[in-house]
């Protein structure tokens, strides 16, 4: 790849760009463990959407950023062993550089590979696949395919999770919506977009979702105690429209 890899700094918060103006992932300097940006916030929306406190015990996350998700994870779900596949070994570079990412080879590994190609070669399971892989234009080229959400969903446990970022505003993330549909045999949805254009799309596995409003709230202020992340501003955004049908969330 050619690309520029940028760091910036304003008013606080780092961000990386693949020389454009475009955000592949932000720090807040002050608190380098917190999620800066809306849409890594929704993608933890996957932590409540499993009646197990040790879920997930096994994380594959393809494309790093600024290591925003990865970080999370490592610091607050303990137990979990986290896989992340990142094509550009500059990123990685500069995640550990200036955003902090753990040097922690028990927990925490780092595959310079494609994303794609790594998972076709994997023969085992992940509790949550976690997807945000874009290059310096925003296209997400395999990893927006068929094939591709297919292999994820062999790749998931029963009660495996699956969360990918869309980019929407124009950018034709229904029809990448129905191909995850169409992979998980329609136990898919997709949120509404976030103010940035982002579309997180959620798929389960062998097991469907199946939870009340009530329940995730309740799940939500236990995560929020745990870790200082609040979700109830995308369960609000949720419940405006109208995805709890009769009070319930399911896919």
Not at 45 to 67: E, K, M, Q
Not at 80 to 97: D, G, H, M, S
Not at 118 to 146: P, Q
Request: glycine content about 8%; some cysteine.
């Amino acid at each position: 790849m050619s690309f520029p890899i940028e760091i910036r700094e304003a008013a606080g918060v780092r961000s990386l760009h693949f020389g454009s103006d475009s955000i592949q992932g932000a720090m807040r300097i002050a608190r380098p463990w917190h999620l800066e940006l809306d849409y890594t916030r929704e993608m933890m929306t996957s932590l409540l959407l499993r009646d197990d406190i040790h879920f997930p015990r096994s994380v594959l996350l393809i494309g790093l950023g600024a290591a925003s998700l990865t970080k999370f994870l490592y610091r607050h779900c303990p137990r979990a062993k986290l896989t992340v596949v990142e094509i550009e070994p500059r990123v990685v570079a500069a995640a550990r550089q200036f955003f902090k990412l753990p040097d922690d080879p028990l927990r925490l590994s780092i595959v310079i590979a494609d994303g794609a190609e790594y998972i076709a070669g994997f023969n085992g399971t992940y509790d949550l696949i976690l997807v945000d892989g874009f290059d310096a234009k925003d296209r997400s080229g395999e990893l927006s395919t068929l094939p591709f959400y297919r292999m994820c969903r062999a790749r998931l446990s029963n009660d495996g999770l699956f969360a990918a970022n869309l980019l929407g505003r124009s950018r034709g993330y229904q029809a990448n919506l129905e191909r995850i549909k169409a992979a998980f045999d329609e136990r898919a949805l997709a949120f509404p977009s976030c103010d940035s254009g982002n579309v997180i799309a959620l798929a389960a596995g062998e097991d469907t979702v199946r939870i009340t409003l009530s329940d995730l709230k309740e799940r939500m202020l236990e995560l929020k105690k745990r870790t200082g992340l609040n979700l109830l501003p995308t369960l609000t955004r949720l419940e405006q429209a109208k995805f709890y049908p009769g009070g319930i969330l399911a896919f």
